[in-house]
Every structure is written in structure tokens, then in C-alpha cells.
């Protein structure tokens, strides 16, 4: 018999939700065949057995948290496919003239406990945050055992009402959750864990952080020309589009160079500076916003740059970024204006303390002197940033640096 644990996923990483099995009790697997997916805060991770044979038993559910050292299925090395480990079934039933007898010779002041009901740890949290009594949940499942999609069916049912409860004095406001009327049609779904965490750290950024955001424009013409000038052979060379994505790069690691407190981060009462430049690029993915980071940007060229950020973003869109893909990351770079964003007010990517927001272009009148006036395209660009390290001053220029290199892109291709 062989243990299928919850490895050691990273420094940061304590625990994981088991997301879906992927085999069945009694399919026979081979060694590195992918068992199990665990969500976990940054990444979802397929867990893969370390040895041969037949999953036998399943401790644990989808839906179900577990922790690093977990056991949550079991192998048999020698077990023919098909084999499961016998579940205990129930005792038969006694006789009445049996059922007597043993209550004569019980103590009569003995009460008969209640038998603890059956149920995964989900569904007990659930029920626990519902107020919920488990003995008047009925299973739907064959074996008995309490799932979430049973709390939330009893949850559900018109009749089911919470009892109130009484709570001790508090000199602390508290937060009621609203009474939904039982014949209004409402979804209630469980946020997935990176959902939460990603809740989680930009509540706590902006409790910890003292983030302020300073805004500038740029005119996109340079680029946009330059651009239309060397998309074509640029493709044909490197076989990847040049985006904007590589300009703002290269803009803002150069800026960085000049601001280096931008690209640190606190520690305690120490400033760690930083002489790297790994960067993070935002990217929405359908289990929400994840940052996967382009290592050593300062010395890639327009073409590596463009080509990595393209194999992250598939990666994110794919589900497949690992947990090396997003761990670090000096500095962010996030794009609302893929989505029509005109101007936001990006959040910080904690332990950062610099963040670089992208917006929409669109045509506004620009003044080019006293006498003239032309369309041009537009983007504003945000920088939010943690005052505890940087000032003002710093901000503003860091800003003004990137949008004077942006607006002359030759001095960026002249870097690399």
C-alpha cells in the first residue's frame, strides 16, 4: 500500500484545494501519470503518482483543502484494475426481542448520543458559516457521506430557516449578511482559492502600503509609425508581432536605472534595492488575474521580450504557468486598455512598490503650438506607487521618463 501525499509546492505555499481527480477508484496508473489538480493561491498544479498500480481509495474530495503532508489517495502496487478497499457497512439490524434486551441492561439514566454525521470538511465548513445543523442534511450520496452540494440543496429548501442567534456585546460594528427572499432567483457560488487570495493581498496592500498614484499622457504617433514601419520584417526575422508591450518594457526598465528606489522593496526596517530587473506582466486568465514574470528584461532585445510575453500569456490562458513563472518580480506592468479602460488606478503588486498602468488609445485634439492643433493617439498612462519609499518627485519623473522615451522609441531600439 502506497500513500499518495500533497507534496512540499513552495516556500509560500501551505495548502491547496483539491480542484478535480483525475482518475477514478480502481483505474490503474503508471508512474508520472497526473493523479490529482490542486488549486492553490497562484497556480493550479497536477500532482502525478510516483509509483505504479491501482488508486484504491480516495480520502479526500473536490472541494476539499489540504494541507502540505496530506495523505489524500491510496496505491496498490499489486491490485488487479478494478480493486477498491472495502468500505465498512453498516451493522444489520437488531431484533426487536435483541433491541430489548440491550436496553434492559443499559443504566437507565444513560442518554443515547448522537451519532456524528458524515461529511466532507467542505461541506462542514459550509455549514458551519450557514448555521447549519448536519443531522438534518440528507445525503444524496450512496455511501452517506454529507457533500456541499447537500448543505447547499437543505440551504436552499423554502422551509429551512436560521434560527437567530444570540451574540455577546460588542463594541465593534459587525456586518449582517442580507436576507435574500426565498422567491428571487439568486446563483451563489464558492470563490475559488485564487480568487480569494487575490481578494486577500489587494485588501491587504492597501492596508499596509501608503499607495498613491501620479498620471501623465503619451503620444503614441513615434510608435504607432515605427511600428507600421518594421512589423513586416520584424516578423519574418523573429517570427513574433511587435506589440507595445516590448516598448514599455524596455521604457520602464531604463527609468528604473535612473529611479532605483521604484524597483525595491521593504523589509523590516531595510530597503532592499535591487540591481535586477524582472518584470511582471499582468495578464487576465480564466481563473482571474495572474502576473507571470520576464526574467532579466534589461538584457533582452525588442524580439525576446515580445516572444516570452507571448509564451506567458498562453501559458496563463492555458492554465499551465507554474509557480516559477510567477514567483519575484521587481516591477508590473498591467494593460487595462485591451479592454477599453481610458484611465484607472492600477493596485500594487505586493512586495513592490511600483506599478505601471496602460490605457486605451484613442484620438484627442493635442495642441502642437500656439497656432496648430492635431489628432493624435492618445494613451494615459498611471504609475501607482508605495510613498513609505518613494516620493513625490521620484514618481512624477520615473513617469516623465518613461513617457519621453516612449514618445521617441528610436532611443529605446538603441538600447537592444
Do not use: C
Not at 477508484?25 to 498500480?53: F, Q, W
Not at 528606489?261 to 488575474?289: C, H, R, S, T
Amino acid at each position: 500500500m502506497i500513500e499518495i501525499k500533497v507534496p512540499e509546492l513552495a516556500e509560500s505555499i501551505t495548502e491547496g484545494t483539491i480542484s478535480q481527480w483525475l482518475i477514478n477508484i480502481g483505474d490503474k496508473v503508471n508512474k508520472g501519470d497526473s493523479v490529482v489538480e490542486l488549486e492553490t493561491d497562484k497556480v493550479n498544479i497536477e500532482l502525478n503518482a510516483e509509483y505504479s498500480g491501482v488508486i484504491t481509495k480516495v480520502l479526500k474530495e473536490s472541494g476539499d483543502t489540504v494541507e502540505v503532508g496530506d495523505v489524500i489517495a491510496i496505491i496498490e502496487e499489486n491490485a488487479s484494475e478494478g480493486t477498491t478497499m472495502a468500505v465498512p457497512t453498516a451493522a444489520p439490524e437488531k431484533t426487536v426481542e435483541e433491541t430489548i434486551n440491550q436496553q434492559s441492561t443499559q443504566p437507565e439514566q444513560e442518554l443515547p448520543k448522537a451519532a456524528r454525521p458524515i461529511a466532507s470538511p467542505a461541506a462542514r465548513k459550509m455549514a458551519r458559516e450557514r448555521g447549519i445543523d448536519l443531522n438534518q442534511v440528507k445525503s444524496m450520496d450512496p455511501l452517506g457521506r454529507i457533500r456541499p452540494e447537500d448543505v447547499r440543496a437543505y440551504a436552499n429548501t423554502p422551509a429551512v430557516k436560521e434560527e437567530p442567534k444570540v451574540e455577546k456585546a460588542s463594541s465593534t460594528p459587525t456586518v449582517q449578511k442580507i436576507d435574500i427572499e426565498s422567491d428571487k432567483p439568486v446563483e451563489r457560488v464558492k470563490m475559488s482559492r485564487r480568487r480569494q487570495t487575490i481578494a486577500k493581498r489587494l485588501v491587504e496592500v492597501q492596508h499596509t502600503a501608503a499607495m498613491l498614484t501620479t498620471f501623465n499622457e503619451v503620444d503614441m504617433s513615434a510608435i504607432m509609425d515605427l511600428r507600421n514601419e518594421r512589423k513586416d520584417a520584424f516578423f519574418e526575422k523573429h517570427s513574433v508581432r511587435l506589440g507595445f508591450m516590448s516598448f514599455f518594457t524596455k521604457a520602464v526598465v531604463s527609468a528604473l536605472k535612473q529611479f532605483p528606489l521604484i524597483n525595491a522593496e521593504i523589509q523590516g526596517d531595510e530597503l532592499i534595492i535591487k540591481k535586477f530587473y524582472d518584470i511582471g506582466i499582468a495578464v487576465a486568465a480564466p481563473e482571474g488575474l495572474v502576473v507571470p514574470v520576464v526574467r532579466n528584461a534589461n538584457q533582452k532585445n525588442f524580439a525576446e521580450i515580445e516572444q516570452e510575453i507571448s509564451n506567458l500569456g498562453k501559458k496563463a490562458r492555458d492554465n499551465a504557468l507554474t509557480l516559477k513563472d510567477l514567483q519575484g518580480g521587481t516591477f508590473t506592468i498591467t494593460n487595462g486598455g485591451v479592454f477599453g479602460s481610458l484611465m484607472s488606478t492600477p493596485i500594487l503588486n505586493s512586495p513592490q512598490v511600483g506599478i505601471l498602468g496602460m490605457h486605451k488609445i484613442q484620438l484627442r485634439p493635442v495642441a502642437i503650438d500656439k497656432e496648430r492643433m492635431e489628432n493624435r493617439p492618445m494613451m494615459y498612462i498611471a504609475l501607482s506607487y508605495d510613498h513609505r519609499i518613494v516620493d513625490g518627485k521620484e514618481a512624477v519623473s520615473f513617469l516623465a521618463t518613461v513617457k519621453e522615451l516612449l514618445e521617441d522609441p528610436h532611443s529605446l531600439l538603441l538600447e537592444g
